[in-house]
């Protein structure tokens, strides 16, 4: 168990006769970060509350840290701190007064309070209702750290942020990861995908579709891969061959698609072997995760996504 | 000690928040008032207008601190924290009830104005007023945390506050009434109340011996503390 921060066992939940998470199972290994991806209404949000004992788990189980979420609550909330999809701290409070609190809620140090303000560069005398949506989002990721958890869920943290916001969330995020913080984070967004998650589960309709780590999802839907290069120099019998890859052109590079990396580049390099020309640029670039998002869930028949009719 | 803190946090956000407590204060300070000016000799009224304070004090505090709490979403926040339910919902009712002393004691200070005699025991209208609060909060409580939208919860509250202003004998005393009405007298909450805060100013009361009007609201207070943890437990 140790190595699992987070285990989910055919987690289901159900308001009535609509079911909101549909028998979802996964595991997060400690130190790394998981993505939870999907369009609106796939269930995210219940599944973070779920795990977070917010709302009661209508079937299956989960573990945090080894404590059952159902039966351990009080240990699990220890454990866990969380940042909403609302920044839902007071108002009324101050930024100093908020963490204060909550570090007193949790039994923790007062010092870590202080640590917190130094650290996010918070405004510690300014009322929290005051604040930019930015600065509301920075506080309240601070809130989730005062007692020091050993993970930390994150529903869509830079939903609703402008563009430098959501940059410095994700830079915040990857920084406590580097500490070794585990990170359970929800999104829709598909740069947050790209740039944050060790490991993705696209989520829809209450269902995990796939799982894996980004090139793995990459692969999984089989698009191919981009190799992009440029030789010095370029001669015809170079491009008459490359003429069945239906190659493109674009400011002294050449663009090719093709299915195997590993055979291509061999054959590249024997071509360099027998034709001698140098390679001054290679890359390889994997289809986006909006691509492999696109290919793996299927498009609502109505725009709401989940409506009976 | 949690709850210590739970109830200190209230107190400083909404002090903070002058909108919420103003109404608090001003309806029952304009109640009094309008009494007191319309009837002149108001002793035999004061123990109900004082009632009527505690009751409409404590409830805008715990339905308006309540119902802000689930709207802005800040209410799970102490959900998610190591903090029990039992907790939570303790600190509510007492800094609701710290309010409703407040709100008593202003009252009780306007009221004295206007009343030939003196209060029989101070003590004891203190004692009187800390059980009405808490009988009062932990129903404010259990019907803010009752219904499934926040919004709801001052309607619901509103009908059942204002009957029990007529059902507890709080103006016109409950002999006056037929005996069966008695009957309706006793299973309002409020007259329990209303009974006591006579018997501590005026050494007399209508319907209910002082003693067991003190029981029936820690028993009462106890239901509705029950009643709202379920309530929680329930919403989420
Ligand atoms: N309290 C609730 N009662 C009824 N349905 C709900 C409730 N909460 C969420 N849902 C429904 O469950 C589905 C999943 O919601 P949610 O988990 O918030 O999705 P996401 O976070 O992925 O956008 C939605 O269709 C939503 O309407
Ligand atoms: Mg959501």
Redesign the interface.
Known sequence: MAAETIVAKNLSKRYGDFTAVNGISFKVKKGEIYGLLGPNGAGKTTTVRML?????ITSGEAWINGYSVKEDR?MV??S?G?V?D?S??????TVE?NLR??A????APMENVEELIKEFNLPAKRKFGKLSSGFKRRVTIA?ALVHEPEVLFMDEPTSNLDIRSAKAVRALVRALNLRGMTIFLTTHNMIDAELLPHRIAIMEQGKIVAEGRRGELKRLVGKGVIVRFSVEPVSSTLLKVLESYSPAFDEGRISVLVDDVDDFLDHLFELRKTLGFRVTYLSTELPSIEDVFMELTEESPCPCGGCPI | MKILTIAAKELREYVLKPGSISWGIVFPLVFTLAFAVRFGDIDHLAPGLLSISILFGTSSFVSSSIIFERRLRTFERLLVAPVSYLEIATAKILVGTLFGIFVGVTSMLVLRLFMAYAIWNWILLLLFMTLSGLAFSALSLYVSLRVQNPINAMTWLNLIRLPMIFTSGAIVSLLLFPRWFLAVGLLTPMTYSVDGLRFSMLEYYDVVNPAYSGLVMIILTMIFLYLSIRSIKNLY
């Open positions: 977070t004992t917010l709302t009661s009080l909330k220890k866990i969380l909403p609302v839902n701290l007071y108002d009324e409070l007064e609190f909550t007193k809620l949790y039994g809130a």
